[in-house]
């Protein structure tokens, strides 16, 4: 599972993190989208679920029905939190 999140593409597949990150408006092929929270390592203290829902609606509707998301249990805890 390391190499899927790590690995370098050299006998193994490249991680999700060995990809170019870029704000998700200029995405590009090749590139890994992101939607900024406002707040560095964390969620923004108002309506931080907002933020949950711009990321889903950020992806084009084909895959938006079958998408899942990626998180360590930390991040799983804050999202099932969010009021």
Do not use: C
């Not at 090749?30 to 560095?40: F, K, P, Q, R, S």
Request: proline content about 6%; overall charge positive.
């Amino acid at each position: 599972g390391k190499a899927f999140i790590t690995g370098d593409g050299v006998n193994k597949p490249k991680g999700l993190v060995t990809y170019p990150t870029v704000l998700n408006s200029a995405w590009t092929w090749g590139n890994l989208g992101h939607i900024v929270t406002g707040v560095a390592g964390a969620f923004p203290a108002a309506s931080p679920g907002d933020k949950i829902l711009d990321l889903i609606y950020a992806a084009k509707a084909p895959y938006r029905a079958n998408g899942s998301f990626l998180m360590n249990r930390a991040t799983q805890a804050a999202v099932r939190k969010m009021k």
